[in-house]
């Protein structure tokens, strides 16, 4: 199982940027995905999550209205559009793969509910 997250950047407040997750060694209608960040000095917290059956989504109530999610089954892909960028949304950002045996609507939050992990990519927003 691998999870490989890109997109990361340097970007302007209020500028936009898509991160994708690129997962290998499952499919994505088995298996939730969350996204993740964590700040510098600050505790890793989750952004935002997409069911298996994708039609469980979840945000974090910092990034609603900004943030969105989204999968390509066929590359096998979730993408995480992010517009209205703050520099409070500087971080490494990580995507995640939930257990199989999660229900196929709904998805957790939670850092600790997640099993494998892809590499972080870097997201900085200057003021």
């Known amino acids: 199982v691998q999870l490989q997250a890109s997109g990361g950047g340097l970007v302007q407040a209020g500028g936009s940027l898509r991160l994708s997750c690129a997962v290998s060694?499952?499919?994505?209608?088995?298996?939730?995905i969350g996204w993740f960040r964590q700040a510098p000095g600050k505790e890793r917290e989750g952004v935002s999550c997409i069911s298996s059956r994708g039609d469980g989504i979840y945000y974090a109530d910092s990034v609603k209205g900004r943030f969105a999610i989204s999968r390509h089954i066929a590359k096998n892909t979730v993408y995480l559009q992010m517009n209205g960028l703050k520099p409070e949304d500087t971080a490494l950002y990580y995507c995640?793969?939930?257990?199989?045996?999660?229900?196929?609507?709904?998805?957790?939050?939670?850092?600790?509910?997640?099993?494998?992990w892809g590499q972080g990519t870097l997201v900085t927003v200057s003021s």
């Open positions: 995640a793969a939930g257990g199989s045996d999660w229900s196929v609507h709904s998805c957790r939050g939670s850092v600790t509910d997640y099993i494998d």
């Open positions: 060694g499952f499919t994505l209608n088995r298996r939730a």
